[in-house]
């Protein structure tokens, strides 16, 4: 486990969910529907919530999105879904959240980003007006700053100052010190407005990934609130999770984030679900979380000369796909199950042991047999066909499951 001593933050409660203050970090995701379409919106919703998405922000960007917001919030209550909702806001969030007032008492937290809340005195004036209605409703903030929409008179000033006192300073480190400052004034701001510490929740989203690397560890030392992280715009597919996992990964290792988002631009047509599994796999990977067994495959070398292994690997990979939602309403403490698929005697016995249920397959010239070890002890032997094997090895896992991750019964009621 990785000896993570995490960033002391305030905690802050969004919708029940502890974000913050020594709290597990907190997965969250984005719907992309139309919010004035209620039915699709609650329907993306459930499915990241269920993906296991512990926040989800949605855009509120028009009267139409805003109305929808209560019955979106409904539709998701008849489901038994009670997912945090975050209304993300834009240019006229004050007026939203002014004129519709439900909208605001619905959503579970506002996202503010001081870098097109207004230009000039309408900036703090319509800043202090969320803020405000905040209060009023008691929900926490995020003041969500992204270098993509910083506030230009800010950069220009201090660009504009850099020159003057010939600070030798470059336009990236410009951008960073503008970011920090846009946070940290507009959290003292939001104070001012009468939001609580525990009310407040800051980001400094940017796309390069070393940059986001020193944004994150020098906003870190100059603020306690805790820190939503993610780099913005990451792209699609696998650059899109490489690039936010390399420099997350050394933040949270940092001890730095409280909860993240994986900002994947989906393909057409694409899971949205996808950004909800990379942000877990980030935290599972580094032992910050476990939300799912783990399987650990070979990649295969010259030593396997058929698929066997990648079958089995796939197919067992989606049996505990299939199987999570049965066991979490039987079992507790499976996400922790390491399974084992490996394609040769060199590593494979190795790995296997170290799985709670481990196979490891014949490379080329093997002799036929899958030994199977469970918590480190040679099991059983398995032989047959590739769906054969699949067969008998899925049961062992099921039953091992069963056995080892039992609910404990509730006690009687006494007499
Ligand atoms: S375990 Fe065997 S098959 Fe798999 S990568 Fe290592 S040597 Fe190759």
New binding site residues.
């Given amino acids: 486990m990785l000896p993570v001593k995490r960033h002391q933050t305030v905690g802050v409660s969004v919708g029940g969910i502890a974000v913050g203050g020594g709290s597990p970090v907190v997965v969250q995701s984005m719907a992309n529907t139309d919010t004035a379409d209620p039915a699709s919106t609650a329907q993306q919703v459930y499915e990241l919530a269920e993906a296991g998405s512990e926040l989800v922000r949605i855009t509120v960007n028009t009267p139409e999105a805003a109305a929808a917001v209560p019955e979106i919030r409904r539709r998701l209550h008849d489901r038994g879904c009670a997912v945090p909702l975050i209304g993300d806001f834009h240019y006229n969030g004050h007026k939203l959240l002014s004129e519709v007032p439900e909208c605001a008492r619905v959503l579970d937290k506002y996202r503010i980003n001081p870098g097109n809340v207004g230009r000039g005195k309408k900036r703090d004036e319509q800043f202090s007006t969320i803020c405000e209605i905040a209060v009023e409703n008691n929900k926490p903030v995020r003041i969500g700053v992204n270098a993509g929409s910083l506030n230009q008179e800010l950069v220009v000033a201090k660009m504009d100052e850099a020159v003057k006192t010939n600070r030798g300073i470059d336009a990236d480190s410009i951008i960073d010190e503008c970011m920090i400052l846009s946070a940290l004034q507009s959290t003292e701001l939001a104070l001012q407005c009468g939001l609580r510490k525990d009310q407040i929740v800051i980001s400094c989203k940017i796309s390069k990934p070393t940059h986001l690397i020193s944004l994150y560890r020098e906003l870190a030392a100059k603020t306690d609130q805790p820190l939503h992280l993610g780099l913005t715009e990451a792209g699609m597919g696998m650059k899109g999770v490489i690039w936010s996992a390399a420099p997350m990964g050394i933040l949270l290792a940092d001890g730095i984030g409280d909860t993240i988002r994986v900002s994947l631009t989906p393909k057409p047509g694409g899971d949205r679900r996808e950004e909800v599994y990379a942000a877990q796999e980030i935290l599972q990977s580094l032992g910050l979380r476990s939300f799912a067994p783990s399987i650990t495959a070979?990649?295969?070398?010259?030593?396997?000369t058929s698929t066997t292994?990648q079958e089995l690997a796939e197919e067992i990979e989606k049996h505990v796909k299939r199987k999570m939602p049965e066991w979490r309403q039987k079992y507790a403490g499976f996400e922790d199950l390491k399974l084992a698929v490996?394609?040769?005697?060199?590593?494979?016995p190795g790995?296997s042991k170290a799985a709670n249920i481990g196979i490891?397959?014949p490379?080329t010239g093997e002799a036929p047999h899958c030994p199977v070890y469970v918590d480190g002890k040679n099991y059983t032997t398995l032989n047959g066909t590739p769906a054969e094997l699949a067969v008998a090895f899925k049961k062992l896992v099921d039953e091992y499951v069963e056995r080892k991750y039992a609910k404990a019964e509730a006690p009687a009621p006494a007499d």
């Fill in positions: 070979c990649p295969g070398c010259g030593r396997t292994f490996m394609g040769c005697v060199v590593n494979g790995e490891s397959l490379g």
